[in-house]
C-alpha cells in the first residue's frame, strides 16, 4: 500500500465532510504496507469418545490485493495424521486431522503465517481501469441461495422494498447496507458470532445477533436482489489502529472470530463492508451503548462501507461446509475448529470444554 492509498482509507473516516475531532481522532496511527502475522492453534482433545476427528480452518490461500503469503504447518501428537484438504464448493481450505483411537493423547498445534493490509476500494472516483474482474462463474456462484441464506420469499420481499427507486448496484448495496445497520442490534449474549438464519430473523422480526447473522442479512439481501455477495469468515489478529477498542484483539485470539461482507460491483470489483461492526462499536465501544449519532458510530459507518482495516485474517467464503470423512452433516460455515467422536459432535464454541486456544503475534514483515 503506497503512501497515496494509506491517505485514502484513513480519510474515509471523515468522507463527506470533517467530522467532529472525536472521529477524526480514530484516523491515527495506522501502517501503511503490509503486515505480517503469526497464528498458532493449539488443540487438546478431551473427549473420551473413539474414532476422533478435527477440522481446523486455516488462512485463505489465494493470494489477495489484501492478504497474502498464507502457510501452514502443523505438529500431531498420540498417533495421529492430518492433511491439508478441502471442502467441496467455495474452495473451503482446512487441516483435517483423526485418530484411530481414544487412549492416546490427542493433540495438535497448527502455526500459519501470512500478511495483510488495510483494504479500500475508493467509490468517490470512476471505476479504476485496472479493477479485478470476477469470473461470470464465480458471480453466479455468489448468487446463490443457501440454507441460511435463501433469497425468495420474505427475503426477496424485503430486499426489494429496501432497494426501490435505487439504480444500480452500488446504489442498491449501499441502501442495503445502510437498512442493516439502522434495523439490527447486536446481543452480547448470542453465542459466537451467530448462525445467520436470515430468514428466521426476518420472519420473526428478530434482527438480532452478532457478525454472522448481521452481515449474513446483508449478504442475502444482495443477493436476493441480483447483487453478488459473499460473506467473509475470519479472525482478528491484532488491536485496531484507528482508534477503536471495540475492533481488535491481540495476544490471545480464541473467541476472537469474526464474519465480513462484500458485495460485486462492476467497474470497482468486490467491495468490502461490514454493518455488523457499526453496531458493535455502537455496543462495546466505551462508554457503551452509543447512539447512531455519536462520532465515533459515524465515522465508523462511513468507513466500513467499502474499507476493512486488515487487523484481521480472512479463512474463507464457504456456506453448508461438508467436512470431509463427517459421520454428520455440514456446519452453516467453518469459523472455527470443528470436531467429532463417535459420541458425536464437540461444541466448537466452547474452547475450554473442547480444549483449544489460539494465539496471534506480530512478526517483521
Not at 328 to 342: D, I, K, S, W
Request: include cysteine.
Amino acid at each position: 500500500m503506497d503512501r497515496r492509498h494509506f491517505l485514502r482509507f484513513s480519510g474515509a473516516l471523515c468522507a463527506a465532510g470533517a467530522l467532529p475531532q472525536a472521529a477524526r481522532a480514530a484516523q491515527a496511527p495506522v501502517s501503511a504496507g503490509w503486515r505480517a502475522f503469526e497464528l498458532t492453534t493449539d488443540i487438546s482433545v478431551q473427549d473420551p469418545g473413539a474414532h476422533t476427528r478435527i477440522w481446523i480452518p486455516v488462512p485463505y490461500a489465494v493470494d489477495t490485493p489484501y492478504q497474502r503469503g498464507a502457510q501452514s504447518a502443523w505438529r500431531v501428537g498420540g498417533g495421529g495424521t492430518a492433511r491439508l484438504t478441502q471442502a467441496p464448493g467455495y474452495g473451503v481450505q482446512m487441516l483435517a486431522v483423526e485418530w484411530p483411537d481414544a487412549q492416546a493423547q490427542r493433540t495438535v498445534t497448527v502455526t500459519s503465517r501470512f500478511q495483510t493490509r488495510n483494504r479500500r476500494v475508493d467509490l468517490t472516483q470512476p471505476p479504476p481501469a485496472d479493477a479485478q474482474r470476477e469470473s461470470p462463474a464465480a458471480l453466479r456462484e455468489f448468487l446463490q441461495p443457501t440454507t441460511m441464506l435463501p433469497t425468495d420469499g420474505i427475503v426477496k420481499t424485503t430486499a426489494d422494498r429496501i432497494t426501490r427507486g435505487h439504480q444500480g448496484d452500488l446504489a442498491r448495496a449501499r441502501a442495503i447496507y445502510e437498512w442493516v445497520v439502522e434495523n439490527t442490534c447486536r446481543t452480547a449474549s448470542t453465542r459466537g458470532c451467530g448462525v445467520g438464519d436470515v430468514r428466521y430473523m426476518l420472519t420473526a422480526n428478530d434482527l438480532n445477533g452478532k457478525c454472522a447473522d448481521i452481515n449474513s442479512l446483508f449478504v442475502a439481501l444482495a443477493r436476493a436482489s441480483g447483487i453478488p455477495a459473499r460473506d467473509a469468515y475470519g479472525l482478528r489478529v491484532a488491536d485496531s489502529e484507528l482508534g477503536y477498542k471495540s475492533l481488535g484483539k491481540a495476544g490471545d485470539v480464541t473467541k476472537a472470530q469474526h464474519c465480513r461482507a462484500e458485495f460485486y460491483a462492476a467497474g470497482h470489483g468486490w467491495i468490502p463492508v461490514d454493518p455488523a461492526d457499526v453496531r458493535k462499536v455502537m455496543l462495546e465501544e466505551p462508554p457503551g451503548d452509543l447512539p447512531l449519532a455519536a462520532p465515533k458510530v459515524r465515522a465508523a459507518r462511513v468507513m466500513l462501507f467499502g474499507a476493512w482495516e486488515m487487523n484481521w485474517v480472512a479463512y474463507n467464503h464457504g456456506h453448508d461446509v461438508v467436512l470431509p470423512g463427517s459421520a454428520h452433516g455440514p456446519v452453516p460455515f467453518l469459523m472455527y475448529p470443528n470436531g467429532e467422536t463417535a459420541d458425536g459432535r464437540l461444541d466448537s464454541l466452547d474452547p475450554d470444554s473442547f480444549s483449544y486456544r489460539i494465539r496471534s503475534r506480530p512478526l517483521s514483515a
